[in-house]
């Protein structure tokens, strides 16, 4: 991990989970990777970070901070359906272990360790081609669900009309 440049952060870093999206967010940055958090799914399922790489790839995230969530969490796989790489994301000092049992699918999602200022793969997640279709569909909605998002940010006042 890097150190943090004090002269460039003017706020105070976050905690727990928020601490391990920023991270995460800026690994994938720097790898031209965009990710949103807090992305709802269509089988009711919400995926902590998803995104999308250079080639068209969807990854999504899971972030874990406790240990407790980690092994209570047995619909994890739910989130394979919607992505072509699954990786779940950890704090330091967190029993990465953990996720070496068959129940997590070590072969098929990936690890990443994240603190609020920067992340390391620890375990490339492999690849599983979504159908082009579904990729086409998860696609236009992550875009349409970012660019909501960045329309509330420019224009706050803004509300959306009634259909």
Not at 28 to 43: K, T
């Amino acid at each position: 991990m890097l150190a943090p440049d004090p002269a460039s952060e003017t706020l105070a870093a976050p905690t727990g989970a928020a601490a391990v999206a920023r991270g995460v967010s800026r690994l994938f940055a720097r790898n031209d990777i965009w990710v949103v958090p807090e992305v709802s799914l269509r089988n009711s399922r919400r995926a902590d970070l998803m995104g999308l790489d250079p080639k068209g790839q969807l990854i999504i995230v899971e972030i874990k901070t406790a240990r407790s969530d980690l092994l209570g969490d047995s619909k994890w796989t739910e989130y394979l359906d919607y992505c072509d790489r699954f990786y779940w994301a950890l704090p330091p000092g967190f029993d990465a272990t953990l996720l070496e049992r068959t129940h997590f699918l070590p072969e098929r999602s990936g690890l990443i360790i994240a603190d609020a200022y920067d992340a390391e793969i620890m375990r490339p997640a492999a690849t599983h081609a979504l159908a082009p279709a579904r990729r086409k569909t998860e696609t236009a909605r992550l875009a349409r669900l970012a660019i909501r998002r960045l329309t509330g940010i420019s224009d706050p006042a803004f509300t959306i009309p009634m259909q």
